[in-house]
């Protein structure tokens, strides 16, 4: 069963404006969360994670995302967008810290500028 | 840095041609993994092993086999490979513990079978 869900295939935004990707899960406990990126040509790279606590962290590269259990999503932003954030972009989840990590389906990103 | 090297950028195969993907990590990590990554469908688990000589099928393992003899060392093994098999095929490893859930990934191999 499909654990992570990132609902947009193709994001495409201006240099410089906001950015939003989507990311739900579904999970009973409260899983593991991960932000990977993927550069063209590249294997994966983690952006952030969150385990406990505080419910918005903060990553690489400027990003940030957000846990809201209410509604099972981890959505990643970033204030203003950079062309070499152009990319694809994975959501994570590890269950029960069994080291088993389950991705969606991704989300590419263009930046034009 | 942790390194990830999967031996091969790209391959190509004939259908039916036994073919081997390898993956060497120089962290001493536990945890290996083999993921498949189409467009549209993400990355999916093939296998991953938690120690030397032990496997575990992932949610795609059919048509794939994995050989992890030493801890440094986990190979994917396609033992006749057919077409839908192309695909790209990343190796990871973790270290173990629920502080280190982070993985770390090659840059992929991506395989062509004619």
């Known amino acids: 069963a499909q654990s992570v869900t990132q609902p947009d295939i193709h994001i495409t935004v201006s240099e410089g404006a906001s950015l939003e990707l989507r990311c739900n899960y579904s999970?009973?406990?409260?899983?593991?969360l991960f932000w990977y990126v993927q550069s063209p040509g590249q294997g994966l790279q983690l952006l952030l994670k969150?385990?406990?606590?505080?419910?918005l962290v903060q990553g690489i590269k400027g990003f940030e995302a957000e846990f809201k259990r209410s509604q099972s999503s981890f959505n990643l932003r970033k204030p203003s967008v950079h062309w070499s954030d152009a990319a694809e972009y994975f959501c994570?989840?590890?269950?029960?810290?069994?080291?088993?990590?389950?991705f969606g389906t991704g989300t590419s990103l263009t930046v034009i500028p | 840095d942790v390194k990830v090297t999967q031996s091969s950028r790209y391959l190509v195969k004939r259908t039916g041609e036994k073919v081997f993907l390898e993956c060497v990590q120089d962290?001493?990590?536990?945890?290996m993994f083999w993921y498949r990554q189409d467009p549209g469908l993400g990355l999916r688990l093939i296998y991953f092993?938690?120690?030397?000589?032990?496997?575990e099928k992932g949610d795609i393992p059919e048509g794939y086999s994995v050989s992890r003899e030493k801890k440094e060392r986990f190979s994917l093994i396609l033992e006749s490979a057919s077409t839908n098999q192309t695909s790209m095929y990343l190796c990871?490893?973790?270290?173990?513990?629920?502080?280190?859930?982070?993985?770390?990934f090659g840059s992929g191999t991506q395989l062509s079978v004619l």
């Open positions: 962290m001493d990590h536990e945890n």
């Open positions: 969150y385990f406990s606590g505080d419910t």
């Open positions: 990871a490893s973790s270290d173990q513990g629920a502080t280190n859930e982070k993985l770390f």
């Open positions: 999970y009973g406990a409260t899983p593991y």
């Open positions: 994570a989840v590890v269950r029960n810290t069994g080291n088993q990590f389950y």
């Open positions: 092993s938690y120690d030397v000589k032990m496997k």
